[in-house]
């Protein structure tokens, strides 16, 4: 009998894809393969409108050894036999409804995802967006947020290293909440999450199960909310104390030849866990939902097999092996069972004691529709590229001290000590450049070599512009490791956009993809993992196209990396790339929308440019020709040397510095492939001929000195003002 409109909203599944399951099937699914097919073919776990766009990006290098998509988290070579393992996932719908929670259960499943594939996990990131501070509410989101990523992260003892945030009107109501992990591995000790060998035992290990997260995959995160709808229920509830078992106990049982594969509880709970490891195993399997251990009494076998109570794993356990693996859990105090097996004929039946109640291929949950749509460039999205910058007034002339003491407290430029000061960033010992620089840097211990790693995307440059927006995404996160002395390995991104059946979001998110695909091309940086989160709507308004970029790097020797901070008195200034003073740079920049209260025009990249900047930056740092780089990204040039003073408190003085054009776009334009380095005057002309070698511009700024920031004629202000603007810019608004 068919279902109503209700119910499959419930899972949400369109009436056109239900009836693709009748036809598949042969039949009306039971209760249990509805609801199973409703997670599976979601956006979350299916991929409905993006798998096909995501194809473009490129993914293979000699470091790459998984394909994206083939395992829980992306795996790149650093030699000496080790590996880093890498994510970074959503959970912004949660987060919206429940603050603290939502943030917290974001950061324990990409660390499950890290530590179900062998690697222990040693590095935090984020990357969060919110509505205006001067909200209540928003106020309450940010709180609860930062103080679930704190309480998380700082009970497992890994070390939050940095990340980004920034504020806009289109989050008050969907903030994001992207969380990223960075685990290290033998290479010979990898985990597979396949469930494969016929006979195999599949075990549950970890916490209860309870009515928790129901429809999180289906229903959070695959539609936009609505005002009536009450989904609290939908939102997990952690514990970061069992998690921290299940990674010292998971590691263990790595180490042995008891498994077959190993798989986290994330969203969709048992159903994506077994299902998709079967698909991955080629294989099938059978599981009695009796056999789960429950915290609340009277669950379904629906609720059973949705849940996303978390801190649970699934095990393929070895035939005859299962004693061995029980005893090392019970070790470490941790529930285990064995709730089924590993079959060989591809069939997914679940069982409560002897009524069956779901059977079909494993190959039908997991072959969701895939959509491509033909949509045109909106005709909005022309009318703000087209907006000429230069019809703004330039009042920059008269006031460019008090426009630099306003951007530098601006929430989205000031400093973002009150959150980082929040996690524990060192534990562990491995920490060498802590956050506020441009990427944070990890050593490896045993080698001389260091990890440097990093979160970037400016939603606002998508906004106008989405495929320009696609590329600078890329390449500033790639400008950051640069900036550090890391050669830049490989990246995972979260794709965060609004409702894909919507022309103008489905716009965005292709070409958004296309200008990611493009940059990842030229600068050589493999996609090795990702996750794409749709439906960032509320009331119909959608979230800025918001492509988040985590990149990692490698730095051979330690003991060569670099930090953004001017280091010494009599130290030259010189400007790396592009030294034009382009008008209109200052399009979608945080001073037009802060000063004139617009986000519109193009922004400015030289992908060629940055290219060739990027490898003379990675060279001189190499060659020990600078002393210290900083990325120009948001508030411009103006900006960058403030926070290149203030990281050691040293100031900086140009008698000469002449911009052409507007001098608002010469200081607080955005123009992109700009890095500023400081130099010892000995090595000056070393570097000025490695700059032409690669044909780019090294235009001297000035001399490090003094406790003043002095662009003469222009800007005369004192590093203890500019530093009480920028320190307590974010934190006045708390």
């Known amino acids: 009998m068919p279902v109503s409109k209700e119910i499959l909203d419930e899972v949400a599944l369109s009436e056109e894809e239900y009836q693709l399951i009748v036809e598949r099937l042969g039949r009306e699914p039971t209760e249990v393969e509805l609801g199973m097919f409703g997670s599976l073919w979601s956006e979350h776990c299916g991929y409905k409108h993006s798998k096909a766009l995501l194809k473009q990006l490129p993914s293979k290098s000699k470091r790459v050894l998984v394909k994206p998509g083939e395992e829980n988290a992306g795996v790149v070579d650093i030699g000496d036999g ?182 986290d509880l994330g969203a969709a709970g048992l159903t994506s866990s077994a299902v998709e490891s079967a698909s991955r195993g080629g294989g099938g399997i059978e599981i009695d939902v009796l056999k789960v251990p429950r915290r609340e009494k009277g669950m379904t076998p629906y609720e059973v097999m949705l849940s996303e109570s978390q801190e649970r794993m699934l095990v393929v356990v070895k035939k005859g092996y299962e004693g061995k693996v029980k005893a090392l859990f019970d070790r470490w105090e941790l529930r285990s069972d064995i709730i089924g097996r590993v079959t060989g004929d591809g069939i997914a039946r679940i069982r409560e004691g002897k009524k069956m109640v779901a059977e079909a291929p494993v190959s039908l949950f997991t072959s969701s ?50 959150i980082y000061r929040q996690y524990d960033h060192q534990v562990g010992d491995n920490s060498v450049v802590l956050p506020g620089s441009d990427a944070a840097v990890l050593r490896i211990k045993g080698t001389k070599k260091a990890i440097s790693l990093t979160t970037d995307g400016n939603a606002r440059y998508c906004y106008v512009n989405p495929y320009l927006g696609g590329i600078i995404a890329v390449a500033e996160a790639a400008r950051n490791l640069a900036c550090s002395g890391a050669q830049p390995l490989a990246l995972t991104n979260c794709l965060n956009f609004g409702n894909p059946e919507k022309d103008d979001v489905y716009y965005q998110l292709k070409e958004c993809i296309a200008g990611m695909a493009r940059a990842c091309r030229e600068l050589k940086i493999p996609v090795i993992s990702g996750n794409v989160s749709l439906y960032n709507e509320t009331k119909g308004e959608a979230i800025y196209p918001t492509p988040v970029v985590g990149m990692v790097g490698l730095i051979e020797d330690v003991a060569k990396h670099c930090t953004s901070g001017f280091n010494n008195e009599g130290d030259l200034v010189f400007l790396l790339g592009d030294s034009q003073t382009v008008d209109s740079s200052i399009g979608s920049s945080e001073y037009l929308e802060l000063i004139h209260g617009t986000t519109k025009g193009n922004p400015y990249l030289d992908l060629e440019m940055e290219i060739r900047l990027q490898h003379c930056c990675l060279e001189a740092i190499g060659r020990g020709l ?54 010892a005057p000995k090595f000056v002309w070393k570097l000025e001929s490695l700059a032409a070698r690669h044909h780019i511009a090294a235009t001297k700024l000035g001399i490090v000195g003094g406790k003043r920031l002095i662009l003469k004629g222009y800007i005369n202000s004192s590093l203890k003002q500019l530093g009480e603007a920028w320190r307590d810019g974010l934190e006045r608004l708390l």
């Open 82 to 263: 080790l590996v880093l393992v890498m994510k970074i996932e959503s959970h912004n719908h949660p987060s919206a409804i429940e603050p603290y929670q939502g943030a917290a259960t974001g950061v324990g499943g990409i660390v499950r995802d890290i530590f179900t594939m062998g690697a222990r996990p040693i590095a935090l990131m984020n990357s969060l967006r919110f509505g205006p501070l001067t909200d209540p509410h928003n106020r309450y989101l940010f709180g609860g947020v930062v103080g679930g990523i704190a309480g998380y992260g700082n009970c497992l003892g890994i070390p939050d290293v940095g990340g980004e945030i920034y504020f806009a009107d289109c989050y008050s109501d969907n903030p994001l909440v992207n969380a990223f992990c960075l685990g290290i591995a033998r290479a010979d000790k990898l985990v597979k999450a396949r469930a494969y060998g016929e006979g195999n035992l599949l075990m549950l290990v970890g916490a209860d199960t309870g009515r928790d997260g129901l429809h999180g995959a289906s229903g959070l995160a695959s539609r936009t909310f609505e005002e009536e709808r009450e989904l609290r229920s939908a939102v997990q509830v952690g514990n970061p104390f069992l998690e921290k078992l299940l990674i010292e106990a998971c590691l263990s049982l790595a180490e042995t030849d008891w498994i077959a594969g190993m798989q």
């Open 369 to 418: 529709p895939v959509y491509r749509r033909r949509v045109k460039k909106p005709e909005w999205l022309n009318k703000l590229q087209e907006f000429d910058v230069t019809s703004v007034p330039d009042l920059v002339r008269k006031n460019a001290n008090s426009t630099l003491l306003r951007l530098l407290a601006s929430p989205n430029i000031a400093s973002k000590r009150c």
């Open 626 to 679: 600078i002393r210290s780089a900083h990325d120009c990204s948001d508030g411009g040039l103006g900006v960058a040397l403030v926070e290149s003073c203030l990281a050691n408190g040293l100031g900086f003085i140009s008698d000469d510095w002449q911009p052409e054009g507007r001098l608002d776009a010469a200081l607080f334009g955005e123009a992109q492939s700009r890095i500023i380095v400081s130099v």
